[in-house]
């Protein structure tokens, strides 16, 4: 690859990151331009970022405010699909990726860079989601990658990195957890938890409380949702930003939210990380609620498998794709009768459901009630059930006079 002149980086002034701007200049001597997104991993993260990315040696830092956009045109759609991957994993990290690459795409092409650089290490799953959005949106633009190329392997290398050149960072070789973090959840990994035969720390947890000194006395909160989407919480309409704050506040305190996982990275291997997403489980587990009432039963079976396929391509970084696109279509199709209210029971780490209603309700007391009446023939139900079980009849009558 001919040598660059202007390297747009993801920038997040982690560890990876905060090395990575005078590594670059070091190798290539060309100018780096950082590229920042908001997506709600808070104030203390974001703050000073900016002045940090000069003084190691950035040209241009560009920090965008992305919250808004990320909840309603990532974050939405992913509730509306359902997608978990694998059981547990209400795909963080994952779902951001796709939208920082973009926005870093689009500073690079609006100041004239030549190159695209990321911090991912080579086994990891987010290499593969920045470099896919980046073939989708500027395949002309080359990659650089250090994890893959540098002769750093390690953490405690990229710490002695640091330190060499006078690159402040908040890791130390005691302090060495591997965190992501914005407005849906918190990533926790490295450390203690790379060996799954440990217990998690309850040093890890950062935005939940533990069960155990959560609340003794359960709470109740209402999630309102209009054609697939959180409108409301206890009865106040918000847009997403606010109202995903708020219930991550309310989940936060009970308790909900945290995950433990050994999952299958894309890449091959298995990783163990813990994650915790207070907010977004109380709507996943609010959103299927109410889909309960609201699906006719092979619609929601239908949408339960393409749920698994959409999760696995989130996670993959196959956000920029036709068939993403085209998955999306079905979901808003699903989810414009998904409209009402889920009243959901808090108490200490777990959730329950305490009432669903909506305008769209295809439950009938009148069918499903124990008591016999008009709208349900029980008569009706030896036909059917002699038509299903032909064949096992047929079957089961050729054995015998096969004997």
């Excluded at 073939?135 to 710490?159: M, N, T, Y």
């Excluded at 690159?167 to 302090?175: L, R």
Aim: charged share 25%; with cysteine.
């Amino acid at each position: 690859m001919t040598k660059p002149k202007k390297v747009a980086l993801a920038y997040s002034g982690g560890l990876d990151t905060s090395i990575i701007i005078p590594w670059l200049k070091e190798n290539y001597g060309c100018e780096v331009v950082a590229v920042c997104g908001d997506i709600g991993q808070g104030g203390d993260e974001l703050k000073g970022l900016e002045k940090k990315a000069r003084k190691t040696g950035a040209s241009e830092v560009h920090v965008a405010d992305m919250r808004e956009e990320f909840v309603t045109e990532y974050l939405w759609r992913l509730v509306q699909s359902g997608g978990v991957y694998e059981h547990k994993y209400l795909l963080g990290t994952s779902i951001a990726r796709p939208l920082l690459a973009k926005k870093q795409v689009e500073v690079a092409l609006a100041t004239g860079c030549d190159a695209l650089a990321h911090g991912c290490t080579g086994k990891g799953n987010d290499q593969v989601r920045f470099e896919l959005t980046y073939k989708a949106l500027a395949p002309h633009l080359p990659v650089i990658a250090p994890w893959r190329i540098w002769d750093i392997v390690s953490r405690e290398d990229a710490i002695d990195y640091a330190a060499r050149h006078n690159v402040p960072i908040a890791q130390t070789t005691k302090k060495i957890y591997s965190r992501d973090r914005n407005i849906w959840h918190i990533s926790h990994e490295g450390g203690a938890l790379e060996d799954p035969v440990n217990a998690a720390p309850d040093e890890i947890w950062m935005l939940t409380s533990s069960p155990k000194d959560a609340p003794d006395k359960p709470a109740e909160v209402t999630i309102g949702f209009e054609k697939g989407r959180p409108v409301s919480v206890n009865g106040k309409t918000s847009s997403g930003v606010p109202l995903l704050e708020t219930l991550n506040k309310i989940g936060g305190k009970h308790g909900i939210g945290r995950i433990d996982l050994v999952e299958n990275r894309f890449v091959g291997m298995k990783s163990r990380g813990c994650y915790e997403t207070p907010g977004g489980a109380l709507i996943m587990y609010a959103y299927r609620e109410l889909e309960s009432l609201t699906l006719d039963r092979n619609t929601l079976h239908y949408k339960q498998k393409l749920s698994l396929d959409y999760a696995e391509m989130v996670y993959n970084g196959l956000w920029f794709t036709p068939l993403r696109e085209a998955l999306d279509k079905f979901f808003e199709a699903t989810g414009q009768s998904t409209t009402g209210e889920v009243t959901l029971r808090l108490y200490k780490g777990n959730i329950e459901p305490v009432s669903r209603k909506s305008p769209y309700s295809l439950y009938s007391l009148n069918i499903a009630s124990f008591t016999m009446g008009a709208e349900y023939d029980q008569k009706d139900a030896q036909g059917f059930i002699n038509l299903i079980g032909l064949p096992m009849r047929v079957r089961a009558q050729a054995a015998q006079r096969a004997k």
